[in-house]
């Protein structure tokens, strides 16, 4: 993939968060930004990339910190959004 | 040219050239990433409603396991052992602290997750530049890409400054330092120099002849300039603006992610980091709004730093209050027809939402009708009050925005203000002078009744200004610590 697709996914995908973020109620705000901290860890990818690689000891090390702290995140964010999320219910009818 | 790279990707690729490197990626593999991209989507599309949310977030999680799982599949691993036991100790900590976490501390929490996504960030952009080969962003010519290192070194600069930022708004949610702004003399001036030479050393970076595997030193200035930064642009904003910076570094975590998306030329993470990033943004938006405040001027610090309120402060012992008692109020409330609460930060501190939402059950069976108010900034995060409620078992159609409520205090009987302040100041309409002036504020003072729970009458609110409210002739206030104040008119029901 050169710069400009690259660069095309990106900007698109801004868009795409525009839209949809607007379309969050207020009510959610808070389990948004729990759910938002979880998924930015997909940053976990480079920390994977970083740790399997042969090589650089260094590297390899600093992206296995990398993956403790991503899979914190990414634990930590959905399980606490799930918690959340479970809280919100609607009036009982009797 | 991409750099011929010894490629790890297992699953066939036959119609591809040899070389296929990370940058030529098998259409299957990236084909996984965009899913994983999609899956993120979703699992914000969900949170439209809470009826849809919780489906979302399993769309969250199926999109992290695809980004994961393809990864790991991908990518020759020297070191697997290593890997799923680092993932086992991250996952059982997180896991832990979101089963223990009160619902009360989840402004710190997010702040304190933020600081990790930021930290993570810092790390892979390091890992990527001490071994760039392992990314496919190594030159023929021996350097790192000149593009790679421009995003590495973003990466690494947004990262640094969401960890130590979001550790400073971490420390003041927290209370393990002071809310109050503090002020460094020409704190703009050093703020701007320091994000000018992070910027030219970037440039810096990128011109390099000299950018081989750990080679630059500047990249190492760099790192700390923006760890730096962080620190400093925080510390002169005060305890009630959080809900803008935390939403802030929100955005800035979603940047990082995807700075080294593209580094990594990584659909999910450029897909992920553009949704986090404008979120964070979008909130930031929402929260300043509500306040009448520009994001420059929130970020620029200092807010609420006087205190005391001047003039008004002086005014403010002068001035003839009622005081109210829990059986009084108890009277009145039984005998309304429609309650409208209105829930702020006092709330939150006093851990009062059970029992308030008690007293709500207690007069639905007078037959009163009892919704709840919650203005966008009240809390110390987007949303916080409504977490609360909906921890105390409130049903959400209950609960109301400012803009969809502000008519009905007119046919309200209570308006019961508990642990909120600037947010019912008619100021914020009518006193041009006044530092919260077009903030848009609940209209209380339509209302036959005010019952005003506050801990005593010095205080103030964040702004540090008197607040009309409390001197109105249909006003009483209820002194003391909300929770017991609330258990006490619960006990006269």
Redesign the interface.
């Known amino acids: 993939?050169d710069?400009i697709s690259?660069l095309s996914?990106?900007?698109l995908?801004?868009f795409?968060?525009?839209y949809?973020?607007?379309?969050?109620?207020?009510?959610?705000?808070?389990?948004?930004?729990?759910?938002?901290?979880?998924?930015?860890?997909?940053?976990?990818?480079?920390?994977?990339?970083?740790?399997?690689?042969?090589?650089?000891p260094?590297?390899?090390w600093?992206?296995?910190?990398?993956?403790?702290?991503?899979?914190?995140?990414?634990?930590?964010?959905?399980?606490?959004?799930?918690?959340?999320?479970?809280?919100?219910?609607?009036?009982?009818r009797k | 040219m991409v750099a011929p790279f010894e490629s790890a990707v297992e699953i066939p690729a036959e119609a591809f050239p040899p070389e296929a490197a990370v940058h030529a990626v098998n259409p299957w593999v990236a084909l996984a990433y965009l899913i994983a991209g999609i899956c993120f989507i979703l699992a914000l599309r969900g949170l439209s409603s809470p009826a849809t949310s919780r489906s979302g977030n399993r769309y969250g999680m199926a999109g992290m396991l695809i980004a994961v799982v393809t990864t790991l599949v991908t990518h020759e691993i020297a070191s697997l052992p290593e890997i799923l036991a680092a993932i086992a100790i991250g996952g059982a900590i997180g896991f832990v602290i979101a089963r223990r976490i009160a619902m009360t501390a989840m402004p710190q929490l997010v702040a304190a997750f933020h600081s990790l996504v930021g930290l993570a960030a810092v790390l892979v952009a390091v890992a990527a530049f001490l071994n760039p080969d392992a990314f496919g962003i190594l030159g023929a010519d021996g350097n790192i890409l000149t593009v790679s290192r421009v995003e590495m070194a973003l990466g690494a600069a947004i990262g640094a400054i969401t960890f130590s930022g979001s550790v400073i708004a971490f420390a003041k949610l927290n209370g393990n330092m002071s809310g109050s702004p503090i002020l460094l003399p020409g704190r703009h001036l050093i703020n701007l120099g320091t994000l000018a030479a992070i910027l030219a050393m970037t440039a810096g970076f990128a011109l390099s002849a000299h950018a081989g595997p750990g080679e630059h030193p500047i990249f190492w200035v760099l790192l700390a300039a923006s760890f730096a930064i962080g620190f400093l642009l925080i510390i002169p904003i005060g305890g009630a603006d959080m809900p803008v910076v935390v939403s802030m570094l929100n955005s800035y975590s979603g940047w990082a992610a995807a700075a080294m998306g593209f580094t990594l030329h990584n659909t999910a993470m450029i897909v992920t980091g553009a949704l986090v990033g404008s979120s964070g943004a979008i909130l930031s938006y929402i929260m300043c709004r509500a306040m009448n405040r520009s994001f420059l001027s929130v970020i620029a610090g200092g807010f609420g730093a006087q205190g005391g309120g001047g003039d008004a402060g002086e005014a403010r012992t002068e001035r003839p209050w009622k005081r109210g008692s829990a059986e009084d109020a108890a009277f009145l409330l039984k005998e309304a027809g429609q309650v409208i609460i209105i829930p702020g930060y006092g709330m939150a501190v006093a851990q009062a939402q059970h029992v308030l939402r008690e007293m709500g059950d207690l007069l639905k069976e007078h037959g009163v009708t009892v919704k709840y108010a919650i203005h966008p900034v009240a809390g110390r995060m987007p949303g916080h009050m409504n977490v609360l409620l909906a921890e105390a078992n409130v049903p959400y159609d209950e609960v109301f925005e400012l803009e969809d409520i502000n008519s009905e205090f007119a046919q309200t009987d209570v308006a019961f203000i508990i642990g909120a302040n600037d947010v019912v100041n008619p100021a914020a309409r009518n006193d041009r002078s006044s530092p919260i002036y077009g903030m848009p504020v609940f209209d209380v003072e339509k209302a036959k009744t005010i019952f005003f729970i506050k801990r005593s009458m010095g205080g103030v609110g964040y702004a540090g200004v008197d607040n009309d409210v409390f001197y109105m002739d249909q006003t009483m206030m209820l002194l003391g610590d909300a929770k017991k104040v609330v258990e006490e008119i619960v006990k006269a029901l």
Do not use: D, Q
Request: glycine content about 8%; overall charge positive.
């Open positions: 993939m710069f690259i996914i990106f900007v995908a801004c795409v968060g525009y949809v973020v607007w379309s969050v109620t207020p009510a959610l705000h808070t389990p948004l930004m729990a759910v938002t901290n979880a998924i930015s860890s997909v940053i976990i990818v480079g920390a994977l990339i970083a740790a399997a690689a042969a090589g650089s260094g590297a390899k600093l992206g296995l910190l990398a993956v403790v702290l991503a899979s914190v995140n990414i634990f930590g964010g959905f399980a606490v959004t799930e918690r959340m999320l479970a809280m919100y219910k609607k009036k009982e």
